[in-house]
């Protein structure tokens, strides 16, 4: 990505809020909004922050966190989601910015102003991977749609992002276990998504297993359908590191 100043200033000032008011009612207005009267106020929303920061390219979006000023971890706990992940990751997605302050981490983005083909597909985790945590909590907000056993952990999420995706099959396994295991899917015509996020996987797709992981194990994954255009038919591996405690 490339590290653009205006996003820069636009995320570091909704974290400067976010200190300043914290503790303070009021000036809650949602992790990622502002109120007006409210101390250091630069914009409702994070697209109005961008623009008054002097951004002028379209796709603004946000993510945050409080790790407190801690960029790397906070940029790890994103990409082990699912919904923050999707700008981390998106090849579409070329600009950000950071901002840090105590309880606040956020990366602003912006699509920029060169774009990866429109033929483009990205998996993650990626083929040959390894040391790929074995579950995901779904804490995060909004609350990713519960696996089958209505509990939470499941596996790590495995997703796949390409333009005009249609999938038709998905497929997760262990290698060399032809069975495949029970998983979860969301994507932009699933019911299990809320109707109001279903635009951010217009371009991205998610499954996760039922389950979590085994440690220090290969897995297989397959998607079957079209993306960019073209026909998909996609297989890879990754492999698991040991299971971690949090």
Known sequence: ????????QSAQAHCNYNAMNAGMAACQAG???EVA???GFTGADVAAREKAAGYSAVGATEVLTQYGNMPAPATQSWVDTV???IPILDPWTTDMGYGGAKGCDIIDFG?????????????YPYDGQTD??????????????????????SSYPVNIYAKNLT????VLMKDGDPTPLPHTWMDSKSSNVD????????????????????PNTKYRAKIVGMGGGMPLNLEWTFTTGAARRF
């Open 111 to 123: 699509r920029g102003m060169t774009d990866a083909p429109t033929t483009t597909v990205v998996v």
């Open 132 to 153: 790929v945590p074995v579950s995901f909590s779904g804490r995060e907000s909004p609350v990713p749609p519960l696996p089958a056993t209505g509990v939470w952990p």
């Open 31 to 33: 992790g990622h909004n």
């Open 37 to 39: 009267s409210c101390m």
């Open 195 to 214: 109707p109001g996020y279903k635009y951010y996987l217009v371009s991205a797709a998610f499954m996760y297993g039922d389950a979590a992981f085994a």
């Open 167 to 170: 999938v038709t099959e998905h």
């Open 1 to 8: 990505m490339n590290l653009i100043p205006a996003l820069n």
């Open 83 to 85: 919904w923050h992940r």
